[in-house]
């Protein structure tokens, strides 16, 4: 059978569901299904280029540890990378948005989808900087499981997302209740100030992107020293020692807080040490995910960051990475 008309039109004709590549019409699952009634899947985004998946084996790698971690079947890699690359030719992609989505239920079990991707343009927010905006969300936004994955169940994010495109932004910065920033909904986030390339630790809860490890790895050979930090910038002032209290119902856990006092209080350390970097501190602010590499913040709510201009390591930082994933990021 051949792709409907109307499913060719939104860029998606045919899939791999199940381990076989069949139009995108008869791509069905169960209204019964634990994925579809839950939210119960994983997926991993990531770039196709010259009709080959970008870092496959790095997306592999943290699929295979949320699934070790939420109980999720894995196939075998070799197949679905091999499969990727079929549905890519299928489809007459070279450079493509591929989605690989694991199911709690046997059947499908595994999709993969792909839509074109447009590079980067000289007129693209990739060249110009965009705008974001802050969000504190209620819980850390991950499904509830507690366990940072790329979760299907993305009702906060989306939100986030939705919110941000209202405000004319590219992206929300998630913060913690102490207005740390520490992600976007779908991109880890760096500054730099004096030099020096920074980013929320992992221990504090962020997603450990594909392209944020790459930077904190090859930075130094591009002449940039990288770091990962406990205490990230902040949308505003603080200087430690300052309390506050978390809405009804969040958990400090969700954020890595210090634990809230017998009122209900969370205090942070004190001392010029545990000093945070207020956003209007900094140099240059990037954002980083596996799509568009680099990506440089111009402006966050009304704040213009750098002037209003892209900078000089955003610029450096997007030409390096695009060159190293063309050089190491396929296997062809």
Known sequence: M???????????????????????????????AESFLYGETLFETMRAQRGAPVWFQEHWDRLSSSAAKLEFSLPDASVVEVSIRELLCRCGLKEARVRLTLTRDAMPGWIVTAV???????????????KVVGWTPDAAPWGGSGIVAKSGAWMALASARRRA?????????????????????????????????????????VLPGIIRAKLLAHAADWGLEAREVEEPIRLAEGDGGESFHLPKGVAEAAFRLPERDAEGTIRLPAGE?????????????LLTNSLWDVVPVVQCDELAIGGGRVGPWAERLRAEMLDLSLRSGTRM
């Open 165 to 205: 495109a209202r405000a004319g932004a590219w992206d929300a910065l998630r913060t913690d209740p102490a207005g740390r920033i520490l992600e976007g909904t779908a991109s880890n986030v760096f500054w730099i100030r004096h030099g020096v390339l920074e980013t929320p630790a992992l221990a504090l809860g």
């Open 116 to 130: 074109p991707l447009v590079p980067p343009s000289g007129s693209s927010p990739c060249e110009r900087g965009v």
């Open 273 to 285: 040490g545990n000093r945070s970097i207020r956003l209007a501190e900094v140099d240059e602010v």
């Open 2 to 32: 051949e792709p409907d008309p109307t499913s060719v039109a939104t860029g998606i004709a045919w899939v791999v569901f199940g381990g076989a590549i069949v139009p995108a019409q008869d791509a069905r699952v169960s209204v019964l």
